[in-house]
Nanobody
Framework: QVQLVESGGGLVQAGGSLRLSCSAS????????MGWFRQAPGKERLFVAA????????LYADSVKGRFTCSRDNAKNMVYLEMNSLKAEDTAVYYC?????????????????WGQGTQVTVSS
């Protein structure tokens, strides 16, 4: 089993920044890709960002490219999502997910463990 716990969500004004963190435990964290997804009320869960097992490559949704940065610290079993220039449309519950392999994918079906989510609300 893998346990993922997100933190760092909150309320922020448009144009502001937040840093989400995800703590992982239960398996060899450094062997797997990690991803971030988000789900707004009444909408489907969407891909945000993902990072390769060694941090060597990242993948971003077009909607966040240039504003969000995904990083990881394998020594601490942590993955981060730095969010800048936040917009009202970024409001959602953000989920951390652990991949099935070391490769980062945009499809949620490539992730088999999920955190409970953290709420991000951006006021306009």
């Amino acid at each position: 089993q893998v346990q993922l716990v997100e933190s760092g969500g909150g309320l922020v004004q448009a144009g502001g920044s937040l840093r989400l963190s995800c703590s992982a435990s239960g398996r060899t964290f450094s062997s797997y890709a990690m991803g971030w997804f988000r789900q707004a009320p009444g909408k489907e869960r969407l891909f945000v960002a993902a990072i390769k097992w060694n941090g060597g490559s990242t993948l971003y949704a077009d909607s966040v490219k240039g504003r969000f940065t995904c990083s990881r610290d394998n020594a601490k079993n942590m993955v981060y999502l730095e969010m800048n220039s936040l917009k009202a449309e970024d409001t959602a519950v953000y989920y951390c997910a652990a991949g099935r392999t070391e490769i980062p994918y945009a499809s949620q079906y490539e992730y088999n463990y999920w955190g409970q989510g953290t709420q991000v609300t951006v006021s306009s």
